[in-house]
């Protein structure tokens, strides 16, 4: 039983590496917080969520057009409640919005900061109690501070990040984040509330033998990405192949299993959906500068995750994401056969 006094708390964290930001004058450090209290009460209210009768539909479609699960409902309301609560954000960008929310009130519109954010990502899962998520970016405003954020705010390439994280609600609670200066990972300890510091300096295993895509896919694949396939499930010693093939349909548990255990995700563009699902604000960009931070490398198969310039809010791309050397073969199966 590790001493209370040995714990660091993420509180204490944060603001041990406040001086890293010296401009952002305590800023971040209650942005960080604010989303850490809104995701310790979805947590509650998802580990509740097969006691009370919060499952099921809200009878409403979200801006994807997917039915609308009531926790989808209730995640997206508290984070946007602690975020504008909280004063230092001006605007957020959700999954469960078409438009921006920009807070309008004299304390928001001197925010510095936006955010785009997945409140609860994954959430068709939530039935079959599988790991969920929340996944997060913040950004600098563009626009100049007194009056509610913009578009254009948002509208930012992933390397603008000032941080990025997410939570992952599971076997149990962790948040892992980076503000540019490495990866570290807090779990929750649900006995007092606290998230305490678990996984510090998180780094991708060099190589994985892991590859995570939804291979019911398969027939709307191009070329490259079937012939990577099929290398990953080559006989090769040398290599450790075959690789293990592990999909939960829940990017955060995917990319966080594999962040750990060393793994490629995939999830590319088909015939069906030619630029991919998933999202570039608020599940691409979090997760390419979380791996980038722990020396893994996230791409379209062709562009830097990061360096793609946003069009709209929603728009997707396709994304694969892992320890370097796994991401950089795929590119090259890519760019073999698919020309
Ligand atoms: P598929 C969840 O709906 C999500 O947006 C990601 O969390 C997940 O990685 C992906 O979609 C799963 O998509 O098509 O394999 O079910």
């Known amino acids: 039983m590790v001493s209370r006094f040995k714990i660091k708390t993420l509180t204490e964290f944060i603001i041990e590496r406040q001086y890293e930001y010296p401009h952002a004058k305590g800023a971040l450090t209650r942005l960080l917080n604010d989303i850490a209290t809104a995701a310790k009460i979805v947590n509650r209210e998802i580990n509740a969520a097969g006691l009370v009768d919060i499952l099921g539909y809200k009878g409403k479609k979200n801006i994807q057009g997917e039915a609308q699960k009531k926790l989808d409902v209730f995640a ?3 984070f946007i409640a602690a975020l504008k609560g909280g004063a230092e954000c001006c605007a957020i960008a959700s999954e469960e919005n078409e438009k921006i929310i920009s807070f309008e009130n004299e304390f928001s519109e001197m925010g510095k900061y936006v955010i785009a954010i997945d409140p609860l990502d994954g959430s068709s899962n939530i039935e079959a109690n599988v790991s969920i998520g929340t996944i997060f970016s913040i950004y600098r405003r563009k626009t100049e501070v007194g009056e509610g954020g913009k578009v254009i705010d948002l509208l930012q390439p992933g390397v603008n990040q000032v941080a990025a994280g997410y939570v992952i609600y599971g ?8 503000t540019g200066k490495g990866v570290n990972g807090f779990t929750l300890d649900p006995s007092v509330g606290i998230f305490c510091l678990s996984h510090p300096k998180m780094m991708f295993p060099d190589k994985g033998i892991i590859y995570s895509i939804n291979e019911g896919n398969y027939i709307y694949f191009d070329e490259g990405v079937k012939q990577y396939i099929k290398y990953c499930q080559e006989d090769d010693k040398k290599t450790s192949r075959p690789y293990t093939s592990r999909y939960i349909g829940s990017l955060v548990a995917d990319f966080h299993r594999n962040l750990i255990r060393g793994g490629i995700f995939l999830y590319p563009a088909t015939s069906k959906a030619p630029s ?3 999202r570039l604000l608020y599940e691409c960009n ?9 020396g893994g490398k996230a791409s379209d198969g062709i562009t830097r995750i990061m360096e793609k310039e946003p069009e709209t809010l929603h728009q997707r791309s396709p994304l694969f994401i892992g320890p370097k050397l796994m991401v950089e073969k795929t590119e090259e199966f890519l760019k073999k056969y698919n020309n």
């Open 76 to 78: 997206n309301e508290q």
């Open 171 to 178: 076997s149990s609670t962790m948040l892992v984040y980076t």
């Open 276 to 278: 991919g699902k998933l």
């Open 286 to 294: 979090p997760v390419a500068f979380i791996a980038e931070q722990a």
